[in-house]
């Protein structure tokens, strides 16, 4: 989770971070309570302290997931074709586009 420390930084106040267990670490929960954040991850298995967890929340964390899982049936996006980023980017945008208007 070293990577997601990084990541995190541009966190905004208000912000309520969905993550998997493979995130329930005491560093990204006090960054998430630093930036005045709240940090919905379920607990590890072998954590001692617990915290407040909403079940109905982390459901709209597979919402994402499967939303980059169909982002990456694009080749072009899941290869990474293009490696200007704002190339990349357009193709992300176009992508999800299409995938809205299939979901209509």
């Not at 964390?61 to 980059?68: A, C, D, G, I, Y």
């Amino acid at each position: 989770s070293q990577p997601a420390l990084a990541m995190l930084e541009a966190m905004r106040e208000g912000t309520i971070l969905l993550a998997d267990k493979a995130y329930d670490s005491d560093a990204i929960r006090q960054l998430a309570e630093n930036k005045k954040a709240w940090a919905n991850i379920p607990p590890k298995s072998n954590r001692r302290k617990s915290f407040a967890f909403s079940k109905f929340l982390y459901r709209y964390r597979n919402l994402v997931e499967r939303f980059f899982n169909k982002l990456k049936q694009f080749r072009g996006i899941a290869t990474r074709y293009d490696k200007n980023p704002e190339n990349f980017l357009a193709a992300v945008k176009l992508a999800s586009v299409r995938i809205w208007i299939k979901n209509l």
